[in-house]
């Protein structure tokens, strides 16, 4: 008896209820397809077609798989947009920047056809690479050199590890004056009389390369030695940082006592505005930062950035090896002097780059 | 009787002068100014963002929109665009459509209609209430060892090199991400069903399933549908889980179509990732393309939360 009753009631339920529910649905669905329908016109205009393009291609194809240190990360970058423009489309490359570590363990993983560097290949990664039959021919590609700079008001001329350490180690926290780092300073054996006059900082911000680079270099060796390897920082805390490069130069000139580094290409650019200072590592003397010092080693702030190429892959992947001939060919001085637009690295000297091409032939 | 009157007159008197009293209210006074100049700090500091980020932006979004939209990730600030994000972005959003909203909404269907209050219930319910507070970035490690070697051959083209670190690898863990949320909201909006509605379907003989489909969903569409598609906005927000699973920033490679089902399988990048690289690259005018960007990102978590609003609009009037 209530089944009975039940029925009919609940079917005409039912039905309604499905009505409504699949034009829920149907709405749902609808916008997922209004949206993509407004995203298709975008790209109409992108892809040409690629895919039936590749069928055609008889030159090279394939894909290229970067990844490595961001710092080099917009040199390849850049010589990769370039290869694409001008040599083949179809050449699908990839570049990534997690890090020069990160990348070396996918690169040795045989996940990455090449691994950006901005220091060379440590023992334990080669080890993992090789356990992995992973061959690989290390290419120099640039130097990274880093200026450091003051006003030309300034009659200090050359600094030592040990100045550096004194006014921007973490032990110079609240120094607002350069005398009050003059302690520290001659403790590490200076030969600097520092000016009794306002230390103005301006650094690059944390997250640039040039930061990390110059506290590795400079900072961290005095550092370990006074505070211990487990210090949490080897630079004092209270420095501002700039993430624009001219803004550094900028800060640098604005004040008759400042001090401040920065990539080498933006302070050659400036050299009239701002004294780039001298450098002592406690080796070979004081030496300015000059595109020959930097390239030949001699200035001690610099660091080489390096392309490591998959050689098993480059014997069978003519796209690769394509890529990398144009890579030390054409795009060579475009993607390493400007790979950020206006500015860039310190490309290599002529034998140097000469050396790289040679080891690339070589492989 | 005597006494009730006596009582309804001090009553009376109480209310006269709660309202003859309100005038001079110092405390309620302060507290109104106070609650005003909260909600006026928060619309400042909303407006200043937006006017900041805007007009930051204009001189890319007046001179090359489509261009902007349409350009892959580039070197060069003025030839850049945003189009391989935001159609990462876009399918991480379908992912979530697809994935979490069934599967959340289904979850809460049982929690709420089906499940019994036991140990395990309560149990389930505590743990879905702490993973939805699981800090984001852990969901990325978890998306990294299950779904980035999960898609590892998954789809066709994903064999091979950086195989599992895929357009579907990044929906899969974002959905997985807000599912929690998807969960918790909608389980809070079939509770808010009134009861009568219920008893009413049962009272006419519906069965449970049809109770469900015909009273409760509707009913409670427009607070599942508010939850659901905030939660997809949080997942179009987020970048830390992406960065675990292999979001690319320098240069992606494949040219693949806005819809091409092909790329769920191919390395992706997404608008969150594309923002904080863009904005640590130097120059005003990497700036203007940072702002550019992230207007481009507000416009995609706008659309969804209007849509939100719209349906649930809908929703509302119908339940009437």
């Known amino acids: ?363 | 009787m005597a006494l009730g009157t006596l009582g309804d007159r001090r009553t009376k008197d109480r209310v006269a002068r709660e309202i003859m009293n309100r005038k001079a209210d110092p405390t309620g006074a302060l507290f109104q100014v106070a609650v005003l100049f909260a909600l006026l700090l928060a619309l400042a500091i909303l407006v200043l963002l937006l006017q900041d980020v805007v007009r930051g932006s204009w001189p890319v979004l007046s001179e090359r929109p489509g261009d902007f939209l349409s350009a892959e990730l580039r070197t060069r600030a003025d030839e850049t665009g945003v189009f391989q994000p935001l159609r990462g972005t876009f399918w991480i959003g379908v992912f979530v459509v697809v994935l979490a909203f069934p599967i959340g909404i289904g979850a809460a269907i049982y929690l709420e209609e089906y499940a019994t209050d036991n140990r395990f219930s309560r149990f389930v319910d505590l743990n879905i209430r702490n993973l939805a507070g699981v800090p984001s970035v852990v969901y990325g490690i978890l998306g990294f060892t299950i779904f980035v070697r999960f898609a590892d051959g998954f789809f066709p083209g994903s064999v091979g090199d950086h195989a599992g670190k895929t357009t579907a690898a990044a929906g899969v863990t974002l959905a997985v991400l807000v599912l929690p949320i998807v969960i918790i909201t909608s389980s809070e909006a079939i509770r808010a069903v009134p009861r009568e509605l219920r008893d009413g379907a049962f009272g006419m003989g519906a069965t449970k399933s049809q109770a469900i489909r015909s009273q409760i969903l509707p009913y409670a569409a427009p607070g599942i549908l508010t939850g659901t598609l905030l939660s997809l906005t949080r997942a179009l927000g987020e970048a830390a889980p992406l960065i675990l699973v292999g979001a690319v920033t320098g240069k992606l490679g494949p040219n693949t179509g806005f819809l091409e089902l092909e790329q769920l399988g191919e390395k992706f990048t997404a608008l969150p990732i594309t923002i904080a690289n863009f904005a640590g690259r130097p120059g005003e005018d990497w700036e203007q393309v940072t702002s550019a960007a992230i207007v481009v990102l507000l416009v995609m978590v706008l659309m969804a939360n209007a849509v939100a609003i719209l349906l649930r609009n809908r929703y509302e009037k119908k339940r009437r």
């Not at chain 1, 894909?63 to 699908?92: C, H, K, M, Q, Y």
């Not at chain 1, 890090?99 to 080890?127: P, V």
């Not at chain 1, 069978?316 to 144009?326: A, K």
Request: aromatic fraction near 8%.
């Open chain 1, 1 to 363: 008896m209530p089944r009975s009753v039940q029925s009919p009631g609940g079917r005409l339920h039912v039905q309604r209820s499905n009505r409504r529910s699949t034009r829920m649905l149907g709405l749902l669905i609808g916008l997922v397809l209004v949206a993509a329908a407004c995203g298709s016109s975008d790209s109409d205009s992108d892809s040409p077609s690629s895919a039936e393009d590749d069928a055609a291609a008889g030159d090279v194809s394939g894909a290229i798989n970067v990844s490595g240190s961001s710092t080099v990360e917009p040199v390849t970058a850049r010589a990769a947009e370039l290869f694409n423009d001008n040599v083949s489309n179809d050449v699908e490359i990839t570049v990534d920047g997690p890090g020069t570590g990160d990348g070396f363990q996918l690169f040795c993983l045989g996940e990455t056809d090449i691994s950006d560097a901005s220091r060379a290949i440590k023992e334990a990664e080669a080890a993992d690479c090789e356990a992995n039959g992973i061959s690989y021919v290390e290419l120099l590609v640039a130097f990274d050199g880093i200026a450091v700079m003051t006003h030309p008001d300034n009659a200090i001329t050359c600094v030592n590890y040990g100045d550096l350490y004194a006014l921007l180690g973490p032990e110079a926290d609240g120094f607002g004056n350069w005398a009050e780092a003059q302690a520290i300073a001659d403790e590490l054996g200076t030969t600097n009389t520092f000016p009794d006059a306002s230390l103005d900082i301006t650094a690059p911000g944390t997250e640039s390369g040039t930061y990390d680079s110059f506290i590795e270099i400079v900072l961290e060796g005095i550092g370990e030695q006074r505070l211990g390897e487990d210090a949490d920082t080897f630079i004092r805390t209270d420095i501002a940082g700039q993430a624009e490069d001219n803004v550094i130069i900028q800060g640098v000139s604005g004040s008759g006592s400042s001090l401040g580094w920065v990539g080498f290409a933006f302070a050659a650019e400036n050299a009239d505005a701002v004294k780039v200072l001298e450098v002592d590592d406690g080796q070979s003397g004081c030496i300015a930062p000059t595109i020959d010092t930097i390239a030949d080693g001699s200035y001690p702030v610099s660091r080489p950035l390096y392309i490591y190429v998959n050689t098993e892959r480059a014997a069978t992947d003519d796209g690769l090896v394509q890529f990398v001939d144009y890579y030390f060919g054409d795009a060579y001085i475009d993607s390493v002097t400007r790979a950020f637009g206006d500015t860039g690295y310190v490309a290599l000297p002529d034998d140097l780059l000469a050396a790289t091409q040679a080891a690339w032939e070589g492989r």
